[in-house]
């Protein structure tokens, strides 16, 4: 370095100087454009891709709310749902029970029916016994109060009278 230093020409000087402008003018016609058209393809690239991000970000936080509105709006059908459901449930129950009611009280009419035809039949069947012993008690009696003459004259003389009265 010394020896550059003490060794000074004004030639080499100016023929150090020309080839490094040279050799600037050359690095900066092809290579620092390109590698700053790269940097700035590079820096938009990366705006790009923030940007995308952010409006990712932004349609995922669109996309949430949906989401949140759907299952919201789920929770509200499935409530209503339930709430028919239980409704229907509750008008089959009321009317089942009315039905059933309403048999029981045809059973119990059918029922009242039945015993008072049996009832009925079974007075006009003692009727007719209570007939037919009272007539069979009556043949005995009057057997045996008609077994003589005089007794059969007197209560057809009887009968004569209550018929002339009539």
């Not at 990366?46 to 409006?55: H, K, P, T, V, Y």
């Not at 989401?67 to 009317?95: S, W």
């Amino acid at each position: 370095m010394e020896q550059l230093i003490n060794d000074f020409s004004p030639g080499l000087f100016f023929m150090q100087l020309l080839i490094f402008l040279v050799l600037l003018g050359l690095l900066s016609k092809f290579a620092w454009k390109p590698i700053l058209n790269s940097l700035k393809a590079r820096e938009g690239s990366i705006a790009d891709a923030l940007q995308s991000a952010e409006n990712a970000k932004e349609e995922m936080a669109k996309l949430q709310a949906d989401n949140q509105k759907l299952l919201q709006e789920a929770r509200l059908e499935r409530d209503k749902l339930l709430k028919e459901a239980t409704d229907i449930a509750n008008k089959i129950k009321e009317e089942a029970k009315s039905d059933a009611a309403k048999q029981a009280d045809r059973m119990i009419s059918d029922a009242k029916n039945a015993i008072e035809v049996e009832k009925k039949a079974a007075l006009k069947e003692v009727t007719t016994k209570v007939a037919e012993l009272s007539l069979e008690i009556a043949e005995k009696l009057i057997r045996k109060n008609l077994s003589d003459d005089k007794a059969q004259k007197a209560l057809a003389e009887d009968f004569m009278k209550d018929l002339k009265l009539n």
